[in-house]
């Protein structure tokens, strides 16, 4: 029996059979350990362009897009790619933009560069300075992460996904003339815009730290979207000073966006079972009150704990929560990213809520999958959810009767709506169906003339396994 002793032997080495596997075993392995399907009853789909990563706003500003490349590596590391619609979108078109942007303002966008800026003579007018620089690109970098926000807003409205994510978008604070906070043009406002051709009312949930003002300001004077922000308030002191409780929309009560703008003003070092029972108080009466036929929710992942900006002491499960309770109100819902400069942070936050999206978050590993192509930015941990709120640099300044009072502030602006019902049903745009088709042609119109290069990218197979080998 000796012979067949060696053979066994020959056999069991487990170190060679790992190191012989390909990548794609490797996250095939991945995805039977961690349960990764594709939903049923519903379609998750992922829509992405990965030319937006490589634009660098300067050495010293908090904002890297390669954050979004972490965060792809470990949604594809975990083979949760394979549950989605994957889609490589197209920049949006200047007409596209238009919708909210004044010409104007695209003009100076396209034209702009960091060789001719100084003799703009509208700088200022247009806020371009430090949180906003001019840099190579820019006119593509806005255009791309807007494509990708219109094409999953598309995408909800002829009903081909169920929850579109777009981690690139999420841009809440560009203005339709001016650049603010990191953002040039508010992809968000131009995804409500192809949403509303479709659906009746829109609920946009924010929980970025900073206030959602340029969404808000966007919609203020209509009751078909309402807007909700939880967000980090100090009017002088903290960006952008917008957004106090009081703050509800337009005060003449004839206008229709009166008390459709709600905001929930928080202090420093807000902790996760506050924050969680905090959104559920609120967004669980919006819903019951508004009565959306969809839901925008923007991710911003600044206001975890660590932040490189922030001050809230959350961590990455208690995020999670928040976007877990809006999925499960089964509506269709659109997915964004938003702020986030702790860039191996905001990439564990956005593959962990992609996984709740999916479905798959309960099953998920902790352990970061070993082939994780940039697994050393994750180090010593290696792990999914570190405990931020254990390095909370921010004393919690938010007492339980304060809670209280935001509760019971947003329930008082609510009560308006739920005495005014037939105010909230008259919007209903007319002729469904003709919009359907409307949004049908321009989507085949899409697909006809995209551009060669995206294209040729798409062929290629971008957005697929092969990304992971470079
Ligand atoms: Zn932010």
Redesign the pocket.
Known sequence: MARSAVVQEYQAPGRIEENTLTLDDKIQREIEKNGIVRPKGYTVSFHANSSVEKFHFGQSHPMKPWRLTLTKQLVMAYGMHTAMDLYLTRAATREEMAEFHTEDYLDFLKRVTPNNMLLEPRLAQYNIGDDCPIFDGLYDYASLYTGASLDAARKLCNEQSQVAINWSGGL??AKKTEAS?FCYTNDIVLAILQLLRYHPRVLYIDI???HGDGVEQAFWSTDRVMTLSFHKYDKDNFFPGTGPLSSTGPENPLNPGAHHALNVPLHDGIEDEDYVWLFKQIVEPCVGAYQPSVIVLQC?A??LGCDR??CFNLNIRAHGRCVDFVKRLNLPILVFG???YTPRNVARLWAYETSICIGCSEQLDEKLPAHTPALAHFAPDNTLFPPLSEHGRFENKNSRQYLWSLVEGIHKQLAYLESAPSVMMQHIPPDLGGIREDVDREIKEEREDGDDRYRKQNETGAGTLGELVD
């Open positions: 809440h604070h906070g970025d730290v900073h911003g600044d206001s900006l922030g938003g702020g986030g």
